[in-house]
């Protein structure tokens, strides 16, 4: 199975990396915003595009081209992301275009799931909580990625 796993720098990436598990035996690409990442998955098709957020409109319209053409390119069966901008921008790209996608909204969101998490809400086949007291019936807890 193809599978596009996406995630911005920081805590999104670490929280990414820890999935790693599931995927094996699969073929996976991985996405993200800083291109020193690719050295974490060595041997694995790695994506560098530009970080972006709702505060700058044109950056995230590049962005949203940027990972589009990916997506359209690679053809991923499976799309994964555990946020943020990037990975909201996959989750849609994939969508028009027939995958499947997963969105895990980050552990750092004990409160409410973030804004990307409810925009993935109207995109994403599956989005998982890692907060128990956020889970509904269209957000599912089925633990945490970080312990």
């Known amino acids: 199975m193809k599978i596009l796993a996406i995630a911005s ?8 990396l820890r999935l790693l598990s ?5 073929d996976i690409s991985f996405m993200s915003t800083k291109a ?5 998955v060595n041997g694995m098709s790695f994506y560098a595009v530009p970080d972006a957020n709702r ?6 319209i590049y962005l949203a081209f940027r990972v589009a053409k990916v997506v359209y390119t690679l053809k991923p069966q499976v799309i994964i992301s555990t946020g943020a901008a990037p990975g909201l921008m996959g989750i849609i790209a ?12 980050s552990i750092a969101n004990v409160e409410k799931v973030s804004l990307s998490g409810k925009i993935a809400l109207h995109f994403a086949d599956k989005v998982y909580t890692q907060w128990p007291d956020l889970a509904t019936q269209k957000i599912t807890f089925a633990g945490n990625v970080l312990s």
């Open 9 to 16: 720098a920081g805590g999104h990436w670490i929280q990414l």
């Open 22 to 26: 599931a995927f094996e035996g699969h």
């Open 36 to 40: 020193s990442f690719a050295s974490t």
């Open 55 to 60: 505060w700058n409109k044109l950056k995230l």
């Open 94 to 105: 994939g969508k028009l275009l027939g995958s499947k996608t997963i969105w895990v909204d």
